[in-house]
């Protein structure tokens, strides 16, 4: 905000503030320093974008996030957008008065790897990948995020419910908020169990959004399964893979 960027990053609420979820952002942006990707962000001219609050019927105040963020936009100099978080992308995209070129990262990431600016090792082993509802049936993106886990070397293993059937976290629309406790299964604990059922060779659930990342993380502890699949988020691979070429 301060000086004209290629790159604004929309870092989002949960990227921001939640601690299971900063730690994917923190990657992410040595990711983007390393590659030389020339980005920033709007500090706490952010507002949160918009998207839960609106579906949870909050017109009102969706309006006002929206045209603080809006504003805070026009105070910038930037050439594109980047976001994190498929909520805000998904918002950003369809319901701004910009001109809906706002990238998901893994988009962004797929790009520096094809183009060399950030090189990959090879890892071992398999992985399966949790396609977020608003990165896949929303708006359709299914597979720079998989051309990305098979970069590192990982063999990606498909869960039966994927791509535009895949099944929802349990954080969509505001439900990530709301008190789930009488369930005998929560949507995330079923997905897990999924995966799992794909075999014990399968050892890495893959997610591209902040809040999957908060909602299979808790439901992988709840489900005994935190010893057997390891949540993690695409650009935390990317960095284990970048890692690789350093020791080598």
Same mark, same amino acid.
């Given at each position: 905000?301060?000086?004209?960027?290629?790159?604004?990053?929309?870092?989002?609420?949960?990227?921001?503030?939640?601690?299971?979820?900063?730690?994917?952002?923190?990657? @992410?942006?040595?990711?983007?320093?390393?590659?030389?990707?020339?980005?920033?962000?709007?500090? $706490?001219?952010?507002?949160?974008? %918009?998207?839960?609050?609106?579906?949870?019927?909050?017109?009102?105040?969706?309006? +006002?996030?929206?045209?603080?963020?809006?504003?805070?936009?026009?105070?910038?100099?930037?050439?594109?957008?980047?976001?994190?978080?498929?909520?805000?992308?998904?918002?950003?995209?369809?319901?701004?008065?910009?001109?809906? $070129?706002?990238?998901?990262?893994?988009?962004? !990431?797929?790009?520096?790897?094809?183009?060399?600016?950030?090189e990959l090792g090879? !890892?071992?082993?398999?992985?399966?990948?949790?396609?977020?509802?608003?990165?896949?049936?929303?708006?359709?993106?299914?597979?720079?995020?998989?051309?990305?886990?098979?970069?590192?070397? !990982?063999? !990606?293993?498909?869960?039966?419910?994927?791509?535009?059937?895949?099944?929802?976290?349990?954080?969509?629309? %505001?439900?990530?908020?709301?008190?789930?406790?009488?369930?005998?299964?929560?949507?995330?604990?079923?997905?897990?169990?999924?995966?799992?059922?794909?075999?014990?060779?399968?050892?890495?659930?893959?997610?591209?959004?902040?809040?999957? +990342?908060?909602?299979?993380?808790?439901?992988?502890?709840?489900?005994?399964?935190?010893?057997?699949?390891?949540? @993690?988020?695409?650009?935390?691979?990317?960095?284990?893979a970048t890692q @690789?070429?350093?020791? %080598?």
């Open positions: 905000r301060k000086e004209p960027v290629d790159y604004l990053w929309f870092v989002g609420d949960h990227g921001s503030f939640d601690p299971r979820a900063t730690d994917v952002s923190q990657t @992410v942006a040595r990711l983007m320093a390393g590659a030389d990707v020339d980005f920033g962000i709007l500090y $706490d001219g952010e507002r949160n974008a %918009g998207n839960d609050v609106r579906r949870a019927g909050e017109e009102g105040l969706f309006e +006002m996030l929206r045209d603080a963020n809006v504003e805070a936009f026009e105070a910038a100099s930037f050439r594109r957008m980047f976001t994190t978080d498929p909520h805000s992308l998904n918002t950003l995209r369809g319901e701004y008065p910009t001109d809906g $070129d706002v990238l998901h990262y893994t988009a962004l !990431l797929d790009d520096l790897v094809a183009s060399g600016k950030i090879p !890892l071992s082993g398999k992985a399966t990948y949790h396609d977020p509802c608003y990165l896949g049936r929303y708006q359709d993106e299914y597979d720079a995020p998989r051309r990305l886990i098979r970069a590192t070397g !990982l063999e !990606l293993v498909e869960m039966g419910r994927c791509r535009e059937n895949s099944f929802c976290c349990g954080a969509g629309g %505001g439900r990530i908020w709301m008190d789930d406790s009488g369930l005998e299964e929560r949507p995330a604990e079923n997905r897990i169990r999924e995966a799992v059922a794909l075999g014990d060779d399968v050892r890495f659930f893959v997610v591209s959004c902040p809040k999957d +990342m908060v909602m299979y993380s808790d439901a992988v502890k709840t489900t005994g399964y935190e010893d057997r699949l390891e949540v @993690v988020d695409i650009a935390q691979l990317i960095e284990r @690789v070429v350093s020791v %080598g």
